[in-house]
C-alpha cells in the first residue's frame, strides 16, 4: 500500500464519530447507498469475504489461494496500485471476482473535500472493470466516513461498502488471532469479513478460514452475490 498522508488510523475520536454514523446510516440508508451486511436469510448462508489495499505483489498470491479453493471475492483497490498494476486488475477480475474502489490516494474519505473524492473515485473506477446490471462498489480507508462523503459517493452512483466482522488483521502478525476472529460463528450469515492483502498471517489464516466457512454450511461469495437470490 503506498504510505497515506493520513495517519495509519484515524484518531479515537474520528473512529468514534465515523462508527456512529455508519451506525445511524445503516438503519435509514438504502441498500444502494450504504452496504454493512447481508441478508442474514439465505439458503445456503452466505458470507462475503472482502480484501482491502492491493493490488500490489502478494495479490497474486490470494488469487492463487481463492482459486484453489474455488471461492470468489471482493476485492477494494487503490487506485494509483491499480493503475501501476492493470495486470493484476486483469487477472482478479478474470477469475471471478468483484472489485471496487478504495480511493485514489488512500487518504481518509471522511477528511477530503467534496469535490476531490468525487474525483478520486471517478479516477479509480476508469481503470477497474464493471460488472453489467451492478452498482460500482467503493470502501473508505479505515471505513472512515462522514455524511458528505457517503453523498458524495451516492451522487457518483457508486454503493459504499463496510463490514460486519472486522479480522483484526491490521493489528496482529498472528495467523491464528485471525482465525480466532472470523470464525463462522462470529460473522454469521449475510456477514461481510474485512482483511488486508500485503499481510503473510492473512494468507496463512485464509485457506483454514475457507474450510471453515465451507464445514459450516456457508457459501462464499462477493458482496453483490449477498444479495441475489434471495
Request: charged fraction near 25%; include cysteine.
Given at each position: 500500500?503506498?504510505?497515506?498522508?493520513?495517519?495509519?488510523?484515524?484518531?479515537?475520536?474520528?473512529?468514534?464519530?465515523?462508527?456512529?454514523?455508519?451506525?445511524?446510516?445503516?438503519?435509514?440508508?438504502?441498500?444502494?447507498?450504504?452496504?454493512?451486511?447481508?441478508?442474514?436469510?439465505?439458503?445456503?448462508?452466505?458470507?462475503?469475504?472482502?480484501?482491502?489495499?492491493?493490488?500490489?505483489?502478494?495479490?497474486?498470491?490470494?488469487?492463487?489461494?481463492?482459486?484453489?479453493?474455488?471461492?470468489?471475492?471482493?476485492?477494494?483497490?487503490?487506485?494509483?496500485?491499480?493503475?501501476a498494476a492493470p495486470d493484476l486488475v486483469a487477472a482478479c477480475a478474470r477469475e471471478g471476482h468483484e472489485i471496487g474502489g478504495h480511493g485514489w490516494s488512500h487518504e481518509s474519505f471522511a477528511a477530503m473535500p467534496a469535490a476531490r473524492l468525487a474525483d478520486e473515485l471517478e479516477r479509480t473506477d476508469?481503470?477497474?472493470?464493471?460488472?453489467?446490471?451492478?452498482?460500482?462498489?467503493?470502501?473508505?480507508?479505515?471505513?472512515?466516513?462522514?455524511?458528505?462523503?457517503?453523498?458524495?459517493?451516492?451522487?457518483?452512483?457508486?454503493?459504499?461498502?463496510?463490514?460486519?466482522?472486522?479480522?483484526?488483521?491490521?493489528?496482529?502478525?498472528?495467523?491464528?488471532?485471525?482465525?480466532?476472529?472470523?470464525?463462522?460463528?462470529?460473522?454469521?450469515?449475510?456477514?461481510?469479513?474485512?482483511?488486508?492483502?500485503?499481510?503473510?498471517?492473512?494468507?496463512?489464516?485464509?485457506?483454514?478460514?475457507?474450510?471453515?466457512?465451507?464445514?459450516?454450511?456457508?457459501?462464499?461469495?462477493?458482496?453483490?452475490?449477498?444479495?441475489?437470490?434471495?
Amino acid at each position: 500500500m503506498s504510505t497515506p498522508a493520513t495517519p495509519l488510523f484515524p484518531s479515537a475520536l474520528a473512529r468514534t464519530r465515523s462508527h456512529a454514523l455508519r451506525g445511524l446510516a445503516s438503519l435509514a440508508v438504502p441498500r444502494s447507498v450504504l452496504v454493512t451486511r447481508g441478508p442474514r436469510r439465505a439458503d445456503p448462508p452466505r458470507v462475503a469475504l472482502t480484501f482491502d489495499d492491493g493490488p500490489d505483489g502478494t495479490t497474486a498470491r490470494y488469487l492463487d489461494v481463492l482459486a484453489r479453493h474455488g471461492v470468489r471475492a471482493t476485492f477494494f483497490f487503490v487506485g494509483q496500485q491499480a493503475e501501476a498494476a492493470p495486470d493484476l486488475v486483469a487477472a482478479c477480475a478474470r477469475e471471478g471476482h468483484e472489485i471496487g474502489g478504495h480511493g485514489w490516494s488512500h487518504e481518509s474519505f471522511a477528511a477530503m473535500p467534496a469535490a476531490r473524492l468525487a474525483d478520486e473515485l471517478e479516477r479509480t473506477d476508469r481503470l477497474l472493470p464493471r460488472t453489467p446490471g451492478r452498482r460500482p462498489l467503493v470502501r473508505p480507508p479505515w471505513g472512515a466516513l462522514s455524511a458528505s462523503a457517503l453523498l458524495a459517493a451516492a451522487i457518483g452512483g457508486f454503493t459504499t461498502v463496510l463490514w460486519s466482522c472486522d479480522s483484526d488483521d491490521c493489528r496482529t502478525r498472528d495467523a491464528e488471532v485471525v482465525l480466532r476472529r472470523v470464525e463462522p460463528r462470529r460473522v454469521g450469515p449475510g456477514g461481510i469479513v474485512l482483511m488486508h492483502e500485503q499481510q503473510p498471517w492473512t494468507l496463512e489464516a485464509l485457506p483454514r478460514a475457507v474450510v471453515a466457512f465451507r464445514d459450516a454450511g456457508y457459501e462464499l461469495v462477493t458482496v453483490s452475490e449477498l444479495f441475489e437470490r434471495t
